[in-house]
């Protein structure tokens, strides 16, 4: 596709649900990241792939939060048993090369709402 | 504690006004990414510059990196209604990842 695609746009959830959020990078793009993004506040760094490799995830913010990247291209964030401060706008960004210093390009997002 | 101090929080500016986001980190960072935001969008890219004292424009926004004084900034000429929105800029953590470090965002609003 022409640009980074998420799914859904937006997803309430009542407090202890699972939610599953997709991302489909720019075809091509070997790196992956995940952001959260706190209202008012700017992104924050979740966790990153190189191709299928999940190589860092040290800003996930609790076991409860699992990504995976299976054959290297689209990506799903799980967040298990859903807490309200788990609410942000959730942002997947591409970028075309492995570790070096790339453009990320990010998608429009996936606003989280906990009930 | 944010590592990547921005300012001004907001802005608002007459039309054809000139202005400056600046951001700051007391920490060592790398490189400046500056995006733009809609409510409700994701991170539109402006611009990304790599190299300390580089300096880069496009249309009326330039960009500036002092990574020694760990200064960026961000410079609208002639302001426009359309550069009204979020700006936010960024900064690589350093390492194999490549992950940014973002400031908390300027809103920007153009009064016509």
């Known amino acids: 596709g022409a640009g980074v695609s998420q799914s859904p746009r937006y997803k309430v959830a009542k407090r202890g649900q699972d939610v599953a959020l997709r991302c489909d990078p720019i075809s091509g793009h070997v790196s992956l990241f995940w952001y959260q993004q706190a209202l008012g506040q700017g992104p924050e760094f979740l966790t990153y792939?190189?191709?299928?490799?999940?190589?860092?995830k040290s800003g996930l913010p609790s076991d409860r939060f699992f990504a995976e990247r299976p054959e290297g291209s689209v990506s799903t964030l799980k967040i298990q048993r859903t807490q309200q401060e788990d609410s942000a706008v959730y942002l997947c960004?591409?970028?075309?090369?492995?570790?070096?210093?790339?453009?990320?390009?990010f998608g429009p997002g996936t606003r989280l709402t906990v009930l | 504690s944010q590592e990547l101090e921005q300012s001004p929080q907001s802005l608002i500016v007459q039309e054809g006004k000139n202005l400056t986001i600046n951001c700051t980190s007391s920490?060592?960072?790398?490189?400046l990414y500056w995006y733009k935001q809609k409510y409700g969008e994701g991170l539109i890219f402006l611009m990304m510059?790599?190299?300390?004292?580089e300096e880069k424009s496009h249309e009326k926004i330039t960009a500036k990196l002092d990574e020694k004084k760990q200064q960026r900034s961000l410079h609208i000429t002639a302001s426009q209604p359309s550069h009204a929105g979020i700006y936010l800029c960024?900064?690589?953590?350093?390492?194999?990842?490549?992950?940014?470090?973002f400031g908390t965002g300027t809103l920007l609003a153009v009064q016509p």
């Open positions: 792939f190189q191709n299928e490799a999940q190589l860092d």
């Open positions: 960004a591409s970028s075309l090369g492995g570790g070096g210093k790339t453009t990320q390009y």
């Open positions: 920490k060592t960072l790398y490189g």
């Open positions: 960024g900064a690589d953590a350093g390492g194999a990842t490549n992950k940014l470090i």
């Open positions: 510059l790599q190299k300390g004292g």
